[in-house]
């Protein structure tokens, strides 16, 4: 009897399975285009003259990159306007925008696309190369390339670099709420990013079906699509959002948006820079750009929404593969029309025997639980070993790839030595129990994560390949791994990207991937007679990635610790601490905590909000400074009815970049800053009394209206903090060592100042 070639076939998955990687994104090519040709190195140029410096609201940076924009565009011969106002967002930060806006005439009634990117970087210290320069990068170019072509769209293109993106989607606040042109826009394609490299996601935004987007998106042909429905399920659960959000809540207009998440350990750090940008990535937004813009340019924009949805994925070969949600339940009914119909089959010729049937579920269970417990242990069992981690706020380490690959493969170690225990188990009987498994799977997400239904493609090939081993005790083992190959296609991306875009405590998402696709690839894999040397295999990789991860577990100059150093002054009581939010100190910042540091969360339990939620770890005694705090003057102060009008005038007398104001717990019926309303539903849900965090240009004043009940007492306390603890020439804080970079997500590198007011 011919051996099942366990070698080739083995080899056969591991292409297949770099395949799907590999075609995911374009080639980085530096080969000269011509003028009529998207330039990949033409953007890149772009990137590099926008990430010189942080260029957040209020840097010196910022106004320079404003100007670089504007001139750019004129320079390809669109006329641009500014349109600039106060506008606190959705989050209560305050700050002055100013965004840029060019117009591209069309043929027809003046209905437009619009393309989207924002141009400020995260405060403080982020060069912003990716997040999101290289979206205002593709945008130039690409907007350079249709002008160059002359090709006249039906449809206006509307340009809007937005600005204070970071703060709180201010910018496409201000337009969506203040600028007339927005109700010509009826799509908008948006640019952007969350890590420096891999491929650029498509994600959806829609208020109603997906369904007439999905079919334009999948006319328009981008040579590159990467792109699901369950991924846009696990977005809108997350709270991240862009732009284009702004755009779907408030004026009801769909868009698409382009973002890509490797290499997240770079995002909003200093390390967001040219350097570290892939240019592969950049290429990919590149191959999305240009066949949406001819394609929206003259679509019928007005016939864009939809009541129903679709799902969809992509593949090699096949591109974009889409069908209605009305789909999930018959397709789902016929697997299982399908599975009891073999299992009845499989009886009756006694290729199914009941007993090994039964014990098919044993391995599966056995790997799936064992896997289960190692993914969700994972990251906290190396945050022990290696505290340093704890200060990757990112939660995705330097080395996080190579733990990837380390789980994935003791994942894999375990599958096969589990179900080389099982050996005596015949292949059909085997399937059995993973067929039973995710057609449960697949219903789960049928009722509640329409978005993932897709997943019943590769159940159809097991079903196939159940078929098969049912007829034949040696089938053909190339068909069986055709049938597979789905199942790595659709699955394998998800195993890397889970804790890549959220972080290596995901690490479970992976390693129970990992089981679940093992089991679509059994009918290749309960062939194979010496599992358990796969497995030892396995386990010996497993270890040799370890010990890798481990001799770069430290911290280097290109991949950087990072770390945070405020000082914090409390002008009431004119004391000062020296804090941190770092859980391993460095000598940097550790001379000047001191050996008397104390673990304090006091400090920061009402103070600067973090995306982490991240508080002081350490506080320590520090000198007290001659700063001089803000400047806190009373306007109006009357009754009206029940009510108390305040107005109440806040002025720096340093330079400074931020205001964060809290109150005591009273009810506030309104609040206006800088003439710019708080959204009600804001005010009635502040958390830990905060007002509002105003992102200072210019040094300007902050001036407050508000409004609360006539008897009661109001307490501001403010925080008011300056970017310049470094270079501020009352401290001598050394420069950070190369090997050490500014913590992200967190006020650092910072003058703080507290006071509180009563306003009795």
Avoid at 173 to 190: A, S, Y
Avoid at 419 to 440: G, R
Avoid at 459 to 488: E, K
Wanted: a neutral charge; charged letters at 20%; proline letters at 5%.
């Amino acid at each position: 009897m011919k051996r099942f070639p366990s070698v080739t076939t083995l080899l056969m998955l591991l292409c297949a399975l770099y395949w799907v990687f590999w075609s995911m994104m374009p080639s980085y090519d530096s080969t000269p285009v011509a003028d009529t040709s998207f330039s990949t190195d033409r953007a890149l140029s772009h990137v590099k003259q926008i990430s010189q410096k942080p260029h957040a609201v209020g840097f010196t940076g910022h106004a320079e990159v404003r100007e670089y924009i504007v001139s750019e565009l004129q320079r390809i011969g669109l006329e641009t306007s500014l349109q600039e106002g106060y506008t606190p967002g959705d989050w209560g930060n305050l700050s002055k925008v100013t965004n840029i806006l060019a117009r591209i005439k069309g043929t027809d009634s003046g209905k437009a696309l619009m393309l989207l990117s924002h141009y400020d970087s995260n405060p403080h210290s982020s060069l912003g190369a990716s997040d999101a320069g290289s979206g205002v990068a593709t945008i130039l170019e690409g907007i350079r390339t249709f002008l160059v072509e002359k090709k006249h769209a039906r449809n206006d293109i509307i340009i809007l670099i937005s600005d204070a993106e970071e703060l709180g989607l201010n910018g496409a606040d201000l337009f969506v709420n203040k600028h007339p042109w927005v109700e010509d826009v009826r799509l908008v394609l948006n640019f952007e990013a969350r890590g420096s490299g891999g491929p650029s996601y498509m994600l959806i935004e829609t208020n109603r079906g997906n369904a007439r987007l999905i079919e334009e998106f999948t006319k328009a042909n981008p040579d590159y699509p990467v792109a699901n429905s369950l991924v846009y399920s696990i977005y809108k659960m997350l709270p991240n959002d862009t732009d284009l959000t702004v755009f779907r809540e408030d004026a009801d207009v769909e868009g698409l948006n382009f973002a890509f998440i490797d290499d997240h350990y770079d995002y909003h750090t200093v390390r967001d820079n040219y350097e570290r940008l892939d240019k592969n990535t950049l290429a990919h937004q590149g191959s999305y750009l240009m066949p949406l813009l001819h394609h929206f340019g003259n679509a019928d924009l007005n016939n864009l929404k939809s009541l129903n949805d679709h799902i969809y994925f992509t593949i090699p070969f096949f591109k974009m593969v889409s069908y209605p949600y009305e789909w999930v339940w018959p397709m789902f009914g016929l697997a299982v029309f399908f599975f009891m119909l073999l299992l009845i089959y499989g009886y009756r010729r006694k290729s199914l025997r009941g007993k090994q049937v039964l014990m098919g579920f044993a391995p599966l269970f056995i790997s799936l639980v064992a896997n289960g417990v190692v993914g969700y242990f994972s990251w906290s069992a190396l945050k022990i070993l290696y505290p340093q981690y704890g200060d990757m706020l990112h939660g995705f380490t330097y080395n996080g790839y190579t733990y990837i690959a380390a789980f994935v493969l003791l994942a894999t170690g375990i599958c096969f030595w589990v179900y080389n225990k099982f050996k005596k188990v015949q292949p059909a009987n085997l399937l059995v129990a993973p067929l039973v498994l995710w057609l449960c799977i697949c219903a789960a997400v049928g009722l509640y994560l329409k978005g993932a239904s897709f997943f019943i493609v590769p159940v159809f090939g097991l079903l196939a390949t159940f078929m098969v081993t049912i007829n034949q005790r040696r089938p053909n083992a190339y068909l069986l791994v055709f049938l597979c190959i789905p199942a790595l296609w659709i699955y394998g991306p998800f195993i890397k990207m889970f804790p890549v875009g959220l972080g290596l405590k995901m690490m479970v998402a992976s390693t129970l991937l990992v089981s679940l696709t093992f089991f679509l690839l059994l009918p290749v894999f309960s062939f194979y007679r010496k599992k358990h040397r796969l497995a030892n295999l396995c386990f010996l990789l497993f270890g040799a990635c370890m010990i890798y991860a481990h001799f770069n577990s430290g911290f280097d100059r290109d991949n950087a610790k990072p770390s945070s150093l405020l000082y914090v002054y409390d002008a009431d009581k004119n004391t000062a601490k020296w804090a941190t939010y770092d859980k391993a100190l460095i000598d940097w910042n550790g001379q000047f905590l001191g050996e008397d540091k104390q673990v304090s969360q006091k400090l920061s339990d009402q103070t600067i909000s973090s995306k982490y939620n991240s508080g002081f770890s350490y506080v320590s005694q520090a000198p007290s400074k001659n700063l001089r705090g803000p400047r806190i003057e009373t306007g109006r102060d009357t009754i009206m009815g029940d009510e108390r009008l305040l107005e109440i005038c806040i002025s720096p007398q340093r330079n400074v970049n931020r205001l964060d104001i809290f109150t005591n717990d009273i009810s506030i019926t309104k609040a206006v800053a800088n003439g710019a309303p708080l959204p009600a539903y804001f005010l009635e849900n502040r958390r830990k009394g905060k007002l509002l965090t105003h992102y200072i240009s210019d040094n300007a004043y902050t001036d407050l209206e508000l409004r609360i009940p006539k008897d009661d007492v109001l307490e501001l306390t403010l925080y008011e903090s300056s970017n310049d603890l470094l270079n501020n020439p009352l401290f001598s804080v050394p420069p950070r060592p190369e090997q050490s970079i500014p913590m992200p997500f967190v006020l650092n590198d910072a003058v703080l100042i507290t006071k509180t007011v009563r306003f009795e």
